[in-house]
C-alpha cells in the first residue's frame, strides 16, 4: 500500500514564526487532505489538496503530485495553531475507494 | 449542514465484552469510512462503506465488523473486546461525486477497555 512519511515529527515555534510540514506519499494518490487534530481528538479538514496550491488566511499548502510530496505552510503561527497535523492520502478511486492513509503526524507546538 | 455525528462519545467496556458504535454522516453523503487511533499506531484504517455494501476493509481481525443502513448511517461493532481495543475510533463521511473525495470526520468516540 501508499507509505506516507511526515517532517518534522516536532516542532517547537515562538508565536509569531513560520513553519513548513512535509508530506512525503510513495505513489500517485488522488486524494491529499491535511487535518488539524484539536485536542479533543476531532480531526480538523485544512486543506483538501490533491494537486496544486491552496491558501487559506495564515495557511497555505503545495501538492507537487509528480514529485510525490506536499507542504502545509503556517505563517504568523499562534499558540492556538498547536496540536498534530496529519496528512493524509488516499489512492485511486476505483481501487481504494474512500480509503485514507495516514502519516504519524507532525506535533507542533507555538509557545508564547 | 450539521456534521457528522457519533455517539456515544465516550464508553467504558470490560475485556469480552462488546460494544456497538453509531455514525451519522453528512447529508447527502454516501461513503462512510471507519478509523482506529491508538498511541502506538496511530490512525488507521478498518473499513468503509458505500450504499450498504462494504467497498473496502483494513487489516483487522474478524471481531471487527460494520454496516450501513439505507440512510447511510454507520455502526461498527467489536465483539469479545480485548485491552488492546481501547482507542479513538473515528468515522468520516465523503459526498463520492465526481468534484471531490473529501472525507470529513466526527468527533470520535472514545472506548476504554478494563
Known amino acids: 500500500g501508499i507509505q506516507v512519511e511526515q517532517s518534522p515529527p516536532d516542532l517547537i515555534l515562538q508565536e509569531g514564526a513560520n513553519s513548513t510540514l512535509r508530506c512525503n506519499f510513495s505513489?500517485?494518490?488522488?486524494?491529499l487532505q491535511w487535518f488539524h487534530q484539536n485536542p479533543w481528538g476531532q480531526l480538523i479538514n485544512l486543506f483538501y489538496i490533491p494537486s496544486g496550491t491552496k491558501q487559506n488566511g495564515r495557511l497555505s499548502a503545495t501538492t507537487v503530485a509528480t514529485e510525490r510530496y506536499s507542504l502545509l505552510y503556517i505563517s504568523s503561527s499562534q499558540t492556538t495553531d498547536s496540536g498534530v497535523y496529519f496528512c493524509a492520502v488516499g489512492g485511486l478511486r476505483w481501487t481504494s475507494g474512500s480509503r485514507l492513509t495516514f502519516g504519524e503526524g507532525t506535533q507542533l507546538t507555538v509557545n508564547p | 449542514k450539521a456534521g457528522v455525528t457519533q455517539t456515544p462519545r465516550y464508553l467504558i467496556k470490560t475485556r469480552g465484552q462488546q460494544v456497538t458504535l453509531s455514525c451519522s454522516p453528512i447529508?447527502?453523503?454516501?461513503?462512510v469510512s471507519w478509523y482506529q487511533q491508538t498511541p502506538g499506531q496511530g490512525l488507521q484504517f478498518l473499513f468503509e462503506?458505500?450504499?450498504?455494501?462494504?467497498?473496502n476493509k483494513g487489516n483487522f481481525p474478524g471481531r471487527f465488523s460494520g454496516r450501513q443502513f439505507s440512510n447511510s448511517r454507520s455502526e461498527m461493532n467489536v465483539s469479545t473486546l480485548e485491552l488492546g481495543d481501547s482507542a479513538l475510533y473515528l468515522c468520516?463521511?465523503?459526498?463520492?461525486?465526481?468534484?471531490?473525495?473529501?472525507?470529513?470526520f466526527g468527533p470520535g468516540t472514545r472506548l476504554t477497555v478494563l
Open positions: 505513489d500517485s494518490v488522488n486524494n
Open positions: 447529508s447527502g453523503h454516501r461513503s
Open positions: 468520516a463521511s465523503s459526498p463520492w461525486d465526481r468534484v471531490t473525495d473529501t472525507q470529513y
Open positions: 462503506y458505500f450504499s450498504e455494501t462494504q467497498r
